[in-house]
T-cell receptor
Framework: DTAVSQTPKYLVTQMGNDKSIKCEQNLGHDTMYWYKQDSKKFLKIMFS???????INETVPNRFSPKSPDKAHLNLHINSLELGDSAVYFCASSRNPQGTYEQYFGPGTRLTVT | QKEVEQNSGPLSVPEGAIASLNCTYSDRVSQSFFWYRQYSGKSPELIMS????GDKEDGRFTAQLNKASQYVSLLIRDSQPSDSATYLC???????????FGTGTKLQVIP
């Protein structure tokens, strides 16, 4: 069974479009995250949710809107896509938001904006 | 000063040698430290976690933590070509509300 899954795995779209990425975890974890990994491989946190509540929003443009319908799901919607949004987006989950336990990562969504 | 710093490498070691990966962090109250391995095109996966000063061993991997020096390292003994990957150091910080990742060290094990 896949612990953390993301869809789609690849996303190619044009500037100005709106797109969504979905994430689901079956680990029973309370906390879920979105990370952006750029071409230099730096893994930067974007958002963190704990039991459906937003707890971290790391100066991300408001074109990015996360939504957590329940604690097993965390989706990311991006409006008006820009070239600089091209990156790999990883979803992750952990037992708590304090960072005391390891994070489990999804396979990533490679977003290419042309 | 970056919150979590790593040498980006690449660090090249011959097969069978010991690879030593280093990480420094800035938040003195950090309590949890992690090493993740990321193969090219894949997602990060946990190798080791360490919470107390000293060494923690798991197979060929040893994590070392020195909170006074704000330093955490990962040793890989008997390095194998399959160990070639980017190794990410991660530290909890910001009042324990998040984990910050370093930029990663790329390791190349030469057969």
């Amino acid at each position: 069974d896949t612990a953390v899954s993301q869809t789609p795995k690849y996303l190619v779209t044009q500037m100005g479009n709106d797109k969504s990425i979905k994430c689901e975890q079956n680990l029973g974890h309370d906390t879920m995250y979105w990370y952006k990994q750029d071409s230099k491989k730096f893994l930067k946190i974007m958002f963190s949710y704990n039991n459906k509540e937003l707890i971290i929003n790391e100066t991300v443009p408001n074109r990015f809107s996360p939504k957590s319908p329940d604690k097993a799901h965390l989706n990311l919607h991006i409006n008006s896509l820009e070239l600089g949004d091209s990156a790999v987006y990883f979803c992750a989950s952990s037992r708590n938001p304090q960072g005391t336990y390891e994070q489990y990562f999804g396979p990533g969504t490679r977003l290419t904006v042309t | 000063q970056k919150e979590v710093e790593q040498n980006s490498g690449p660090l090249s070691v011959p097969e069978g040698a010991i690879a030593s990966l280093n990480c420094t962090y800035s938040d003195r109250v950090s309590q949890s430290f992690f090493w993740y391995r990321q193969y090219s095109g894949k997602s990060p996966e946990l190798i080791m976690s360490i919470y107390s000063n000293g060494d923690k061993e798991d197979g060929r991997f040893t994590a070392q933590l020195n909170k006074a020096s704000q330093y955490v390292s990962l040793l890989i003994r008997d390095s194998q070509p399959s160990d070639s990957a980017t190794y990410l150091c991660a530290v909890n910080s910001g009042g324990y509300q998040k984990v910050t990742f370093g930029t990663g060290t790329k390791l190349q094990v030469i057969p």
